[in-house]
């Protein structure tokens, strides 16, 4: 099953050997705005005509990587303002786990069972799946997991850490939203005992959840905010966002705490600034908002009517479709690809589906992807009775 791509545009991929797929998910929460964006297409070509890569930081001011921080700071809740630039999800964790050390002094981390945070040592040092863990171990010193959207289990947050990190929806968990009470409870302690707060909002952010950032939906700003994925708008782009006198902690003792070669790359930065400049004015997250309300009724009447469904949950076009059992997912996602339509299934949890399409995709793309999964979804049944 493999795909030799030739060409991605909007919600479609197109292989060398002429077939064509809907694209389900958006190389994991990238494609927001759809695949080779012309608008992002051009700033690209612009910026890669006027210098690549010169140096980050030091002395150096390029002004494409200004502009986009200073966007960034206007979507951001307040007092983050203050933006660090990396080239991917798992750097921004890492720096925004060595901030929270830098910023607190202190060295126990809190992160939530079932996450993900990345594969680095660091992050995958608060990722919560033992299975990736143990063959690496060993990794970070003094971390602990709690269950997530366990509210009584955050008693156990305490003076000795410096930060708490948790996605506010977890993705590869399984498309897991919290219920209303666990981010704002979440907030609480770590206020009081001094912890930085970190939201991963790698999967979250830039509209795929039906808000800009998923912590709108609970009105919780953590004290550390980690983007990637969507920001660069199918370029390599990461970031982590605190406020200014937080972010400062990294300039003293020793002045160059954190640095990194790449990290906020020009291209990379006006790729982003475009693909923002898409979301906006389209209003993405709205769109997704509803559509994915409609999408989530559409598949729940699928299961009532085929069944093999067990949920189906999500915010906006972050979805998860959970079945009976991993081998039914696994035959319908084969069902569904050899249709023409890309799933996958999330890392942790291999009985739920991902759904998360592009945010732009076209009304008769979702009918067209409905069509494929209800047919995939009787086939994957069959194949289960013909099995047994
Ligand atoms: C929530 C979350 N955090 C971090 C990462 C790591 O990001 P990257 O693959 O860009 O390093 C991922 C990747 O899937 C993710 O889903």
Redesign the pocket.
Known sequence: MWLVVERARGSKVYTRDGREYLDSMSG??VANIGHSHPEVVAAVQRQAAEYLHVMVYGEYVLPVQVELAARLARLAPEPLDTIYFTN????A?EGALKLAKKWTGRRRLVAFEG?????SHG?LSVTGREVYRRPFQPLLPEVEFLPFDDVAALERIDESAAAVIT?PIQ??GGVRVPGDEFLPALRRPCTEVGALLIF?E??TGFGRTGAMFALEHWGVVPDIL?L??ALGAGL?L?AFIAAAAVMRAFSVDPPLSHVTTFGGNPVCCAAALAGLEVLGREALPRRAASIGEALRAALREMGERIGGVVDVRGKGLHMGLELESPALTERFVRAAFERGLILGWTLHTRQVVRIAPPLNLSEAEMQAGLEIMAAALVEARAGRREEG
């Open positions: 994991i929460c991917s999800g798992t750097e964790n996450s993900f945070h990345g594969d992050s996605e993705g590869e991963d790698v999967q980690v990637a994925k390599p990461g």
